[in-house]
């Protein structure tokens, strides 16, 4: 077992309404599983999403997080940082990792299509050259257990297919 979430609950009180988010939520993801939460806009995917990557605190129930030593999140938003290349967004994390190289190798940045602009900045970009960035911060750390909410949205079809078939 991967991760184990049970009863799992969230609520919001927005202009003196509790509003349930998530409502006693049960599931279990196994090592080496590739599961897509799926669901009209509004419905709690972020929610879940940010509740299992440790941004907010459920209201109750449990997250075991089982063999998910390291969690990696893709936003739906690149987020990078405009003051860094795209090898120096990619390898943020190896700042405060030292067991992490200190730059991306030319294998990741081939796979992202990111070779020829390593050396860019964010301005510098495409919306999906971007968000390829964001995704190749996450895989660069070898994460146990990789979150993303909504990623390929900003991608073109041809790109957006050969990431998908990439994970």
Not at 87 to 108: G, R, T, V, W, Y
Request: glycine fraction near 8%; aromatic fraction near 8%; proline fraction near 5%.
């Amino acid at each position: 077992m991967l991760l184990n979430i049970t009863a799992l609950t969230k609520t919001y009180t927005i202009s003196g309404k509790l509003i349930t988010a998530l409502n006693t939520v049960d599931l279990t993801f196994s090592e080496n599983s590739f599961t897509c939460i799926v669901g009209k806009s509004g419905c709690g995917k972020t929610t879940l999403l940010r509740l299992l990557s440790g941004l907010e605190p459920a209201t109750s129930g449990t997250i075991d997080y089982g063999n998910a030593a390291k969690i990696g999140f893709v936003f739906q938003e690149p987020r990078l940082m405009p003051w860094l290349t795209v090898n120096a967004n990619i390898a943020f994390a190896a700042k405060n990792d030292s067991s992490l190289p200190a730059a991306p190798d030319e294998k990741l940045l081939e796979l992202l299509g990111l070779k020829a602009f390593q050396h860019s900045f964010p301005a510098q970009l495409s919306g999906g050259m971007a968000q390829r960035t964001a995704l190749g911060r996450t895989l660069f750390q070898n994460p146990d257990l990789i979150l993303m909410d909504e990623p390929f949205s900003a991608l073109d079809y041809f790109t957006r297919r050969s990431l998908q078939q990439m994970l």
